[in-house]
T-cell receptor
Framework: DTEVTQTPKHLVMGMTNKKSLKCEQH?????MYWYKQKAKKPPELMFV???????INESVPSRFSPECPNSSLLNLHLHALQPEDSALYLC?????????????FGDGTRLSIL | AQKITQTQPGMFVQEKEAVTLDCTYD???????LFWYKQPSSGEMIFLIY??????QNATEGRYSLNFQKARKSANLVISASQLGDSAMYFC?????????????FGQGTRLTINP
């Protein structure tokens, strides 16, 4: 079991739906991340939150909206997604900005857009 | 620009043999960190080992060791006595700079298959 919990594990949604992905960690980490991973490709960074503030947005389309309600939770709100947004969405956390601290990943949410 | 190159798309190894997964990197930052992650088919990214640019010794974690050659900009992962459970995708990643928000640059990955 990972220390970063993502829900749901699988999600199928239509292009007009609104849904949210959730991520939770209780390791006291102050940095949290969203990645998108297509099949047979490496993860691509989407967003970074540092001390609950958005610090990096990798030019992600506005149909993806991140939210960090507190230091343990990270959400990704989805609206009007496209079929090409089907992917594995990974959440990760790490201890602040120290260089040698690895990111700890969750199991991911497998998202399918119909 | 920062870049990670993994030249082996796939590798097949007999159980109990040692295996080396190649990783070369390119960065202009004097300070950086190098990470290896394992991703089984279940999807979770599992942290294996870390090497800092200023570390004098090669990192080791159990059966995993990192062959760090700074002048050649390579950070190869060595797995000793491979096991069937080592079959997975392996990603090399670099963090340019050691302060501030942690932005990882990943290589394309190597799919390792351990044969019984």
């Amino acid at each position: 079991d990972t220390e970063v919990t993502q829900t749901p594990k699988h999600l199928v949604m239509g292009m007009t739906n609104k849904k949210s992905l959730k991520c939770e960690q209780h390791m006291g980490h102050r940095a949290m991340y969203w990645y998108k991973q297509k099949a047979k490709k490496p993860p691509e960074l989407m967003f970074v939150y540092s001390y609950e503030k958005l610090s990096i947005n990798e030019s992600v389309p506005s149909r993806f909206s991140p939210e960090c309600p507190n230091s343990s939770l990270l959400n990704l709100h989805l609206h009007a997604l496209q079929p090409e947004d089907s992917a594995l969405y990974l959440c990760a956390s790490s201890q602040g900005g120290k260089g040698n601290q690895p990111q700890h990943f969750g199991d991911g949410t497998r998202l399918s857009i119909l | 620009a920062q870049k990670i190159t993994q030249t082996q798309p796939g590798m097949f190894v007999q159980e109990k043999e040692a295996v080396t997964l190649d990783c070369t990197y390119d960065t202009s930052d004097p300070s950086y960190g190098l990470f290896w992650y394992k991703q089984p088919s279940s999807g979770e990214m599992i942290f294996l080992i870390y090497q800092g640019s200023y570390d004098q010794q090669n990192a080791t974690e159990g059966r995993y060791s990192l062959n760090f050659q700074k002048a050649r900009k390579s950070a190869n992962l060595v797995i000793s006595a491979s096991q069937l459970g080592d079959s997975a995708m392996y990603f090399c990643a670099m963090r340019p700079g050691l302060q501030g928000a942690q932005k990882l640059v990943f290589g394309q990955g190597t799919r390792l298959t351990i044969n019984p």
